[in-house]
Protein backbone atom coordinates (compact mmCIF):
# COMPACT_ATOMS: atom_id res chain seq x y z
CA UNK A 1 0.00 0.00 0.00
CA UNK A 2 3.04 2.26 0.86
CA UNK A 3 4.45 1.41 -2.15
CA UNK A 4 1.53 2.37 -4.22
CA UNK A 5 1.20 5.87 -2.41
CA UNK A 6 5.03 6.47 -3.14
CA UNK A 7 4.63 5.53 -6.98
CA UNK A 8 1.30 7.54 -7.45
CA UNK A 9 3.29 10.67 -8.29
CA UNK A 10 5.42 9.30 -11.15
CA UNK A 11 2.80 7.13 -12.10
CA UNK A 12 -0.31 10.18 -12.23
CA UNK A 13 2.74 12.17 -13.99
CA UNK A 14 3.58 9.55 -16.66
CA UNK A 15 -0.44 9.60 -17.40
CA UNK A 16 -1.27 12.77 -17.76
CA UNK A 17 -1.40 14.24 -20.94
CA UNK A 18 1.28 16.28 -22.71
CA UNK A 19 2.87 18.82 -20.56
CA UNK A 20 2.13 22.73 -21.15
CA UNK A 21 4.98 25.08 -20.43
CA UNK A 22 4.62 26.23 -16.63
CA UNK A 23 5.10 29.06 -14.14
CA UNK A 24 7.58 28.32 -11.54
CA UNK A 25 6.49 29.14 -8.25
CA UNK A 26 6.99 33.53 -7.77
CA UNK A 27 9.31 33.40 -5.23
CA UNK A 28 11.98 31.26 -4.83
CA UNK A 29 15.07 30.25 -2.53
CA UNK A 30 17.72 27.58 -3.58
CA UNK A 31 21.26 26.81 -5.03
CA UNK A 32 22.36 26.55 -8.30
CA UNK A 33 25.90 25.49 -9.69
CA UNK A 34 27.35 26.60 -13.28
CA UNK A 35 29.56 24.66 -15.52
CA UNK A 36 31.16 26.10 -18.84
CA UNK A 37 33.91 26.45 -21.02
CA UNK A 38 36.89 24.45 -20.63
CA UNK A 39 37.50 25.12 -16.62
CA UNK A 40 34.92 27.14 -14.96
CA UNK A 41 33.11 26.03 -12.01
CA UNK A 42 30.80 27.95 -9.94
CA UNK A 43 28.01 27.53 -7.20
CA UNK A 44 25.59 29.95 -6.19
CA UNK A 45 23.02 30.34 -3.80
CA UNK A 46 20.13 32.63 -4.83
CA UNK A 47 16.65 33.96 -4.23
CA UNK A 48 14.76 34.44 -7.09
CA UNK A 49 11.33 37.01 -7.52
CA UNK A 50 9.40 36.42 -10.65
CA UNK A 51 6.49 39.11 -9.71
CA UNK A 52 9.29 41.47 -9.91
CA UNK A 53 11.49 39.82 -11.94
CA UNK A 54 14.53 40.06 -9.39
CA UNK A 55 17.42 37.61 -8.84
CA UNK A 56 19.86 38.31 -6.37
CA UNK A 57 22.93 35.59 -5.80
CA UNK A 58 25.97 34.99 -3.96
CA UNK A 59 28.32 33.05 -5.86
CA UNK A 60 31.50 31.92 -5.56
CA UNK A 61 33.62 29.86 -8.59
CA UNK A 62 36.56 28.92 -9.99
CA UNK A 63 38.12 29.97 -13.46
CA UNK A 64 41.49 28.39 -14.74
CA UNK A 65 42.63 27.26 -11.13
CA UNK A 66 41.69 31.30 -10.04
CA UNK A 67 38.82 31.38 -7.54
CA UNK A 68 36.51 34.49 -7.54
CA UNK A 69 33.18 35.70 -5.19
CA UNK A 70 30.31 37.24 -6.75
CA UNK A 71 27.11 39.50 -4.91
CA UNK A 72 24.80 40.52 -7.55
CA UNK A 73 21.07 41.86 -7.95
CA UNK A 74 19.90 41.76 -10.90
CA UNK A 75 16.68 43.63 -11.69
CA UNK A 76 15.41 42.49 -15.02
CA UNK A 77 12.48 45.16 -15.55
CA UNK A 78 14.48 48.27 -14.53
CA UNK A 79 17.17 46.37 -16.85
CA UNK A 80 20.12 46.92 -14.39
CA UNK A 81 22.94 44.89 -12.56
CA UNK A 82 24.38 45.96 -9.63
CA UNK A 83 27.82 43.98 -8.54
CA UNK A 84 28.55 44.41 -5.07
CA UNK A 85 31.89 44.44 -3.56
CA UNK A 86 31.17 44.38 0.76
CA UNK A 87 34.49 44.71 1.54
CA UNK A 88 35.64 47.66 -0.70
CA UNK A 89 32.21 49.11 0.18
CA UNK A 90 31.82 49.81 -3.66
CA UNK A 91 29.17 48.99 -6.24
CA UNK A 92 29.60 48.40 -9.79
CA UNK A 93 26.30 49.10 -11.95
CA UNK A 94 25.41 47.75 -15.59
CA UNK A 95 22.83 47.64 -18.05
CA UNK A 96 21.17 44.18 -18.27
CA UNK A 97 19.54 42.37 -21.13
CA UNK A 98 16.04 41.14 -19.62
CA UNK A 99 15.51 38.36 -22.70
CA UNK A 100 17.01 35.32 -21.33
CA UNK A 101 17.38 33.96 -17.86
CA UNK A 102 17.86 30.41 -16.49
CA UNK A 103 15.31 30.39 -13.50
CA UNK A 104 12.43 30.47 -16.28
CA UNK A 105 10.69 28.60 -19.37
CA UNK A 106 10.24 30.88 -22.12
CA UNK A 107 6.50 31.01 -23.08
CA UNK A 108 7.53 29.57 -26.56
CA UNK A 109 9.66 26.79 -25.58
CA UNK A 110 8.63 23.54 -27.50
CA UNK A 111 8.33 20.26 -25.47
CA UNK A 112 11.86 17.97 -26.24
CA UNK A 113 10.24 15.47 -24.05
CA UNK A 114 9.21 13.71 -20.29
CA UNK A 115 11.58 11.49 -18.80
CA UNK A 116 12.20 10.54 -15.14
CA UNK A 117 15.72 11.12 -13.92
CA UNK A 118 17.60 8.56 -12.66
CA UNK A 119 14.51 5.43 -12.42
CA UNK A 120 11.33 4.62 -11.62
CA UNK A 121 11.80 0.83 -10.06
CA UNK A 122 11.94 1.68 -6.67
CA UNK A 123 10.49 4.77 -4.36
CA UNK A 124 12.80 7.92 -4.05
CA UNK A 125 15.43 6.82 -7.13
CA UNK A 126 13.56 9.17 -9.82
CA UNK A 127 12.35 12.28 -10.94
CA UNK A 128 9.81 13.03 -13.57
CA UNK A 129 10.99 15.98 -15.46
CA UNK A 130 9.55 17.88 -18.74
CA UNK A 131 12.58 19.42 -21.23
CA UNK A 132 11.81 22.43 -22.94
CA UNK A 133 14.09 24.00 -25.83
CA UNK A 134 14.15 27.06 -28.30
CA UNK A 135 16.00 29.49 -29.65
CA UNK A 136 16.12 32.84 -29.68
CA UNK A 137 18.72 35.81 -30.68
CA UNK A 138 21.86 34.83 -28.29
CA UNK A 139 21.40 31.33 -28.78
CA UNK A 140 19.66 28.18 -27.94
CA UNK A 141 18.33 26.13 -25.01
CA UNK A 142 17.42 23.12 -22.80
CA UNK A 143 15.82 23.93 -20.23
CA UNK A 144 14.51 21.16 -17.70
CA UNK A 145 11.59 21.62 -15.01
CA UNK A 146 10.23 19.18 -12.56
CA UNK A 147 6.75 18.00 -13.98
CA UNK A 148 5.04 18.81 -10.07
CA UNK A 149 5.77 21.95 -8.77
CA UNK A 150 7.65 23.30 -12.08
CA UNK A 151 10.80 23.52 -10.56
CA UNK A 152 13.79 24.46 -12.52
CA UNK A 153 16.68 21.24 -12.54
CA UNK A 154 18.55 22.40 -15.24
CA UNK A 155 19.45 24.53 -17.92
CA UNK A 156 21.70 24.22 -21.28
CA UNK A 157 22.71 27.32 -22.90
CA UNK A 158 24.60 27.73 -25.62
CA UNK A 159 25.54 30.63 -27.91
CA UNK A 160 28.40 30.64 -30.63
CA UNK A 161 30.99 32.38 -28.42
CA UNK A 162 30.82 30.44 -25.10
CA UNK A 163 29.82 26.52 -26.42
CA UNK A 164 27.64 25.15 -24.07
CA UNK A 165 26.94 26.47 -20.56
CA UNK A 166 25.01 24.46 -18.09
CA UNK A 167 23.21 25.23 -14.70
CA UNK A 168 21.90 22.95 -12.71
CA UNK A 169 19.34 24.35 -9.64
CA UNK A 170 19.18 22.31 -6.19
CA UNK A 171 17.70 22.50 -3.11
CA UNK A 172 15.22 24.88 -3.82
CA UNK A 173 12.41 26.19 -1.26
CA UNK A 174 9.56 27.92 -1.57
CA UNK A 175 9.23 31.12 -0.47
CA UNK A 176 12.10 33.92 0.33
CA UNK A 177 13.47 34.87 3.72
CA UNK A 178 13.93 38.18 3.56
CA UNK A 179 12.76 40.64 0.87
CA UNK A 180 15.49 43.16 1.44
CA UNK A 181 17.48 40.64 -0.60
CA UNK A 182 16.11 42.39 -3.48
CA UNK A 183 17.14 45.97 -2.50
CA UNK A 184 21.02 47.27 -3.45
CA UNK A 185 22.91 48.08 -0.22
CA UNK A 186 22.95 51.91 0.81
CA UNK A 187 26.33 52.20 -1.12
CA UNK A 188 25.00 51.03 -4.37
CA UNK A 189 22.88 54.29 -4.38
CA UNK A 190 25.59 56.61 -5.54
CA UNK A 191 26.91 53.49 -8.57
CA UNK A 192 27.00 55.29 -12.03
CA UNK A 193 25.60 53.01 -14.70
CA UNK A 194 27.99 51.89 -16.88
CA UNK A 195 27.05 52.27 -20.38
CA UNK A 196 30.16 51.10 -22.22
CA UNK A 197 29.82 47.68 -24.25
CA UNK A 198 27.57 45.18 -24.57
CA UNK A 199 24.72 45.00 -21.76
CA UNK A 200 25.11 42.32 -19.76
CA UNK A 201 23.30 39.13 -19.29
CA UNK A 202 23.08 36.15 -16.57
CA UNK A 203 25.60 34.47 -17.89
CA UNK A 204 28.31 37.51 -17.95
CA UNK A 205 28.09 36.92 -14.12
CA UNK A 206 30.04 33.86 -14.91
CA UNK A 207 31.26 34.71 -18.55
CA UNK A 208 33.10 37.61 -19.62
CA UNK B 1 -0.44 11.01 6.11
CA UNK B 2 -0.32 10.96 2.85
CA UNK B 3 2.14 13.57 2.46
CA UNK B 4 3.98 11.77 5.27
CA UNK B 5 4.90 8.72 3.41
CA UNK B 6 5.49 10.56 0.22
CA UNK B 7 8.39 12.64 2.44
CA UNK B 8 10.20 9.75 4.39
CA UNK B 9 12.42 9.16 1.65
CA UNK B 10 13.31 12.76 1.36
CA UNK B 11 13.08 12.77 5.30
CA UNK B 12 15.43 9.99 6.12
CA UNK B 13 18.06 10.71 3.70
CA UNK B 14 18.40 13.95 4.68
CA UNK B 15 18.84 12.52 8.22
CA UNK B 16 20.94 9.60 7.44
CA UNK B 17 25.12 9.62 8.02
CA UNK B 18 27.21 11.01 5.33
CA UNK B 19 26.77 8.40 2.12
CA UNK B 20 29.54 6.34 1.73
CA UNK B 21 30.51 5.08 -2.50
CA UNK B 22 27.74 2.59 -3.33
CA UNK B 23 26.98 0.18 -5.62
CA UNK B 24 24.35 0.65 -8.73
CA UNK B 25 22.34 -2.47 -9.30
CA UNK B 26 24.32 -4.60 -11.57
CA UNK B 27 21.75 -4.99 -14.18
CA UNK B 28 20.57 -1.14 -15.75
CA UNK B 29 18.88 -0.67 -18.87
CA UNK B 30 17.89 3.17 -19.57
CA UNK B 31 18.69 6.04 -21.80
CA UNK B 32 21.68 8.69 -21.98
CA UNK B 33 22.48 12.03 -23.54
CA UNK B 34 25.86 13.58 -23.79
CA UNK B 35 26.32 16.85 -24.69
CA UNK B 36 30.08 18.52 -25.18
CA UNK B 37 32.22 20.90 -27.33
CA UNK B 38 31.30 23.49 -29.11
CA UNK B 39 28.00 21.67 -30.59
CA UNK B 40 28.05 17.76 -29.95
CA UNK B 41 24.32 16.82 -28.56
CA UNK B 42 23.60 12.94 -28.48
CA UNK B 43 21.46 10.66 -26.71
CA UNK B 44 21.13 6.84 -26.85
CA UNK B 45 19.70 3.82 -25.67
CA UNK B 46 21.82 1.17 -23.02
CA UNK B 47 21.83 -1.55 -21.40
CA UNK B 48 24.42 -2.34 -18.38
CA UNK B 49 26.22 -5.17 -17.11
CA UNK B 50 27.97 -4.66 -13.86
CA UNK B 51 29.23 -8.00 -13.36
CA UNK B 52 30.84 -8.51 -16.77
CA UNK B 53 31.64 -4.95 -16.97
CA UNK B 54 29.60 -4.43 -20.27
CA UNK B 55 27.46 -1.87 -22.37
CA UNK B 56 25.45 -1.93 -25.47
CA UNK B 57 24.62 1.10 -26.48
CA UNK B 58 22.59 2.36 -29.73
CA UNK B 59 23.01 6.09 -30.28
CA UNK B 60 21.99 8.70 -32.12
CA UNK B 61 23.76 12.05 -32.19
CA UNK B 62 24.45 15.37 -34.25
CA UNK B 63 27.97 17.09 -34.35
CA UNK B 64 28.30 20.46 -35.80
CA UNK B 65 24.28 19.57 -37.46
CA UNK B 66 25.62 16.51 -39.25
CA UNK B 67 23.21 13.53 -37.55
CA UNK B 68 24.76 10.18 -36.95
CA UNK B 69 23.84 6.84 -35.84
CA UNK B 70 25.96 4.59 -33.68
CA UNK B 71 25.30 0.83 -32.33
CA UNK B 72 28.56 -0.13 -30.04
CA UNK B 73 29.77 -2.95 -28.06
CA UNK B 74 32.15 -1.83 -24.69
CA UNK B 75 33.85 -5.40 -23.31
CA UNK B 76 35.50 -3.52 -20.95
CA UNK B 77 37.04 -7.41 -19.16
CA UNK B 78 38.18 -8.01 -23.01
CA UNK B 79 39.53 -4.58 -23.43
CA UNK B 80 37.80 -4.55 -26.73
CA UNK B 81 35.19 -2.18 -28.36
CA UNK B 82 32.82 -3.30 -31.43
CA UNK B 83 31.38 -0.73 -33.46
CA UNK B 84 28.46 -2.33 -35.61
CA UNK B 85 27.43 -1.12 -38.86
CA UNK B 86 23.99 -2.90 -39.44
CA UNK B 87 23.19 -1.34 -42.75
CA UNK B 88 26.59 -2.21 -44.39
CA UNK B 89 27.46 -5.76 -42.27
CA UNK B 90 30.29 -4.36 -40.74
CA UNK B 91 32.33 -4.21 -37.67
CA UNK B 92 34.92 -1.74 -36.33
CA UNK B 93 36.75 -3.92 -33.49
CA UNK B 94 39.15 -1.27 -31.71
CA UNK B 95 41.27 -1.70 -28.38
CA UNK B 96 38.72 -0.24 -25.33
CA UNK B 97 40.52 1.44 -22.33
CA UNK B 98 38.81 -0.01 -19.44
CA UNK B 99 39.99 3.12 -16.54
CA UNK B 100 36.64 5.33 -16.52
CA UNK B 101 33.22 5.21 -17.97
CA UNK B 102 30.04 7.18 -16.37
CA UNK B 103 27.66 4.67 -15.33
CA UNK B 104 30.01 3.95 -11.82
CA UNK B 105 31.79 5.83 -9.17
CA UNK B 106 35.20 5.15 -8.79
CA UNK B 107 35.99 3.63 -5.41
CA UNK B 108 38.10 5.99 -4.39
CA UNK B 109 36.13 9.02 -5.09
CA UNK B 110 35.45 11.72 -2.78
CA UNK B 111 32.04 13.30 -2.02
CA UNK B 112 31.40 16.69 -3.18
CA UNK B 113 28.22 17.10 -1.59
CA UNK B 114 24.57 15.67 -0.80
CA UNK B 115 21.99 17.81 -2.18
CA UNK B 116 17.91 17.53 -3.49
CA UNK B 117 18.08 18.47 -7.12
CA UNK B 118 14.97 20.22 -7.25
CA UNK B 119 13.17 21.02 -3.86
CA UNK B 120 11.66 19.32 -1.10
CA UNK B 121 8.61 21.57 -0.50
CA UNK B 122 5.99 19.39 -2.20
CA UNK B 123 6.30 15.64 -3.09
CA UNK B 124 7.30 14.70 -6.35
CA UNK B 125 9.30 17.74 -7.02
CA UNK B 126 12.69 16.82 -5.84
CA UNK B 127 15.14 13.85 -5.91
CA UNK B 128 17.98 13.17 -3.76
CA UNK B 129 21.56 12.90 -4.87
CA UNK B 130 25.03 12.36 -3.64
CA UNK B 131 27.88 14.36 -6.11
CA UNK B 132 31.39 12.39 -5.93
CA UNK B 133 34.55 14.05 -7.92
CA UNK B 134 38.29 12.85 -8.40
CA UNK B 135 40.97 12.69 -10.84
CA UNK B 136 42.89 10.05 -12.65
CA UNK B 137 45.06 10.50 -15.48
CA UNK B 138 42.80 11.22 -18.44
CA UNK B 139 40.83 13.76 -16.43
CA UNK B 140 38.79 14.75 -13.64
CA UNK B 141 34.65 13.85 -13.09
CA UNK B 142 32.06 15.00 -11.04
CA UNK B 143 29.22 11.62 -10.82
CA UNK B 144 26.04 12.02 -9.04
CA UNK B 145 24.17 8.91 -7.78
CA UNK B 146 20.62 8.95 -6.06
CA UNK B 147 20.83 7.90 -2.98
CA UNK B 148 18.10 5.57 -3.14
CA UNK B 149 18.90 2.71 -5.67
CA UNK B 150 22.41 4.43 -6.44
CA UNK B 151 21.63 4.89 -9.79
CA UNK B 152 23.07 7.43 -11.93
CA UNK B 153 21.70 10.66 -12.45
CA UNK B 154 24.81 12.49 -14.12
CA UNK B 155 28.47 12.46 -14.74
CA UNK B 156 30.97 15.46 -15.60
CA UNK B 157 33.92 14.43 -16.93
CA UNK B 158 37.01 17.12 -18.06
CA UNK B 159 39.62 16.79 -20.37
CA UNK B 160 42.37 19.10 -21.37
CA UNK B 161 41.47 17.79 -25.03
CA UNK B 162 37.75 17.69 -24.62
CA UNK B 163 36.71 20.67 -22.26
CA UNK B 164 33.57 19.08 -20.22
CA UNK B 165 31.91 16.49 -21.16
CA UNK B 166 28.12 16.05 -19.63
CA UNK B 167 26.40 12.89 -19.40
CA UNK B 168 23.06 12.30 -18.09
CA UNK B 169 20.86 9.17 -17.44
CA UNK B 170 17.10 8.74 -17.43
CA UNK B 171 14.20 6.69 -17.74
CA UNK B 172 16.39 3.77 -16.08
CA UNK B 173 14.90 0.33 -15.25
CA UNK B 174 16.68 -2.11 -12.90
CA UNK B 175 17.50 -5.42 -15.33
CA UNK B 176 18.36 -5.99 -18.80
CA UNK B 177 15.77 -7.43 -21.26
CA UNK B 178 18.41 -9.42 -23.67
CA UNK B 179 21.17 -10.98 -22.57
CA UNK B 180 22.21 -11.51 -25.95
CA UNK B 181 22.88 -7.63 -26.41
CA UNK B 182 26.35 -8.23 -25.20
CA UNK B 183 26.84 -10.79 -28.26
CA UNK B 184 28.41 -9.13 -30.79
CA UNK B 185 26.35 -9.91 -33.97
CA UNK B 186 27.37 -12.66 -36.06
CA UNK B 187 29.39 -10.75 -38.49
CA UNK B 188 31.29 -9.11 -36.09
CA UNK B 189 33.26 -12.49 -35.72
CA UNK B 190 36.06 -12.27 -37.98
CA UNK B 191 36.42 -8.29 -37.30
CA UNK B 192 40.16 -7.83 -36.82
CA UNK B 193 41.34 -5.33 -34.29
CA UNK B 194 42.27 -2.13 -35.06
CA UNK B 195 45.63 -1.40 -32.66
CA UNK B 196 46.99 1.46 -34.15
CA UNK B 197 46.37 4.95 -32.48
CA UNK B 198 45.57 5.52 -28.58
CA UNK B 199 42.49 2.75 -27.62
CA UNK B 200 39.34 4.26 -27.23
CA UNK B 201 37.41 4.85 -24.05
CA UNK B 202 33.34 5.60 -23.39
CA UNK B 203 33.57 9.47 -24.62
CA UNK B 204 35.31 8.00 -28.11
CA UNK B 205 31.81 7.23 -29.39
CA UNK B 206 31.01 10.60 -29.17
CA UNK B 207 34.05 12.64 -29.41
CA UNK B 208 36.79 11.85 -31.96
Redesign the interface.
Known amino acids: M?TI??FS??VL?CLAQKPHPCKSPPL?T??LSV?????LMAGAKYTYDAFGQRIRFREIGSYQNQTFWIDALLLFREGVIYKINHQNHTCKKEKLRADFHPMEVPNNATLLGQ???????????????NSWYGEMKQGKYVSTV????C???ST?F?T?RT??I?T???????GIEDPQDFFPPEFCQDAVSDNKGEPADFYSLFIE
Open positions: KVLSLGLGSVAHHDVILGGSSGPGEGLLVTEFGLPVLHEGWLSFFNILI
